[in-house]
């Protein structure tokens, strides 16, 4: 069964850094999500380990073996991509055996397999059917089939759900997750869509820029971000200046016309980061003015402008806000996190390019 391992890969095109200094580790039966922005270099780190690239610098291991220099075809690889590339002529069973068919091996251990193969993604009953007569979710299944015809169990999907109308995405995810469980396969699955990184992952990796900025299950991250930029980009959150003082043993940081005790920081400029479903709006805390309600279904958002500044909290919905009502905002200590302001300015260390 394979494991994965990603050794100081750097990957250049010409001045273009599309990937620099690269470590990572996938875990047998793991499924690995590479989560970052447009061109933060996901796919090219995918193409690397998939052979397609040859990396810069830096070596990938599957199974504790170097196969820096194996070509594709001989790393045993399935490919998911984001129009699963199915041919529109060929039905179910001819579609799912074409990798061995087109490689000479169209033996009756091929087609026994191929039809193992659709057994297991439940598409043995639709055998005959030809990709338009498919839904979108049994097109997907077929194209998992047809990458385990190459006997991988691992196996890497490049946006594989981003064809489809964002609601059967959606609908797909975990539908998804559940049948490379059931096959026990290792995936890494490439998006640049929080919510579904969040479904599908057992360790989501964050990257920006060429860059890993956090490694870790979707709960850490969202609970732990390592930096204003993860934090940003994996679900909402309010960032608010703040700055700490001295306070005998403890700090007192002062936000939003408002002062809260923290345990001790070195005292400074600092942005404290909230999830808004940890913002409570009531009597007490920082008073502002409503400048925004929506009802959303089961959760309802509301802005609250505080001098310069805006919280967003979100609740479970019966309580409505009138635009312009005077409300107090506050959260607790603990559930804030606080980054040293950045040099660079708070909007472009958020920046998502
Ligand atoms: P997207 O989500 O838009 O597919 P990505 O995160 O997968 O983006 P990559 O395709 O890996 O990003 O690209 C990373 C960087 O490398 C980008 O700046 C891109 O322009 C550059 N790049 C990728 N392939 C090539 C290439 N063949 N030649 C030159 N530059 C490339």
């Known amino acids: 069964m394979p494991d994965v391992k990603v050794v100081n890969v750097s990957k250049f095109f010409g001045n273009i850094k599309a990937l620099r200094d690269i470590n990572l580790e996938i875990k047998d039966g793991e499924y690995v999500v590479l989560l970052g922005p447009s061109g933060c270099g996901k796919t090219t780190l995918l193409k690397i380990i998939a052979g397609m690239w040859e990396p810069t610098a830096g070596k990938v291991y599957i199974d504790g073996k170097d196969i820096t220099n194996l070509p594709p075809e001989e790393r045993n690889i399935g490919f998911v991509f984001q129009n699963y590339a199915l041919f529109p002529h060929l039905n179910v069973f001819d579609n799912t055996i074409y990798g061995p068919v087109v490689r000479g091996k169209d033996s009756e251990e091929s087609r026994n397999n191929a039809r193992e193969m659709l057994h297991l993604v439940r598409l043995a009953a639709r055998h005959d059917a030809f990709p338009a007569e498919l839904s979108g979710g049994m097109q997907q299944r077929l194209a998992v089939a ?172 019966g309580r409505e806000y009138e635009l312009g009502e005077k409300v107090c905002v506050c959260f607790k200590p603990e559930d804030v996190k606080l980054f040293k302001y950045p040099d660079e300015g708070l909007k472009e260390a958020l920046r998502v390019d």
């Not at 797909?172 to 992952?201: F, Y």
């Not at 956090?214 to 204003?228: C, D, K």
């Not at 089961?298 to 919905?317: A, H, K, M, Q, T």
């Open 146 to 317: 047809r990458a385990l015809t190459t006997g991988s169990s691992l196996l890497f999907l490049d946006e594989p759900l981003s064809a489809l109308d964002a609601k059967i995405g959606a609908e797909l995810r975990s539908e998804m997750r559940k049948m490379i469980k059931d096959l026990k396969l290792t995936a890494i699955h490439v998006t640049h869509n929080q919510d579904e990184a969040m479904e599908v992952a057992d360790k989501i990796v964050v990257i920006r820029r060429g860059r890993v900025e956090q490694v870790g299950s979707p709960e850490e991250i969202y609970r732990n971000p390592a930096n204003l930029f993860v934090a940003h980009f994996l679900g909402d959150a309010n960032f608010i200046e703040a700055a700490a003082s001295d306070y005998g043993e403890r700090c007192k940081l002062k936000l939003l016309k408002w002062e809260m005790e923290i345990p001790k920081v070195k005292p400074g400029a600092y942005v404290a980061v909230v999830r808004p479903e940890k913002v409570e709006v009531g009597d007490g805390g920082a008073d502002g003015i409503v400048k925004n309600f929506r009802f959303l279904g089961g959760l309802s958002y509301v802005e609250v402008g505080i001098g310069n500044e805006s919280v967003i909290s979100r609740f479970p919905s």
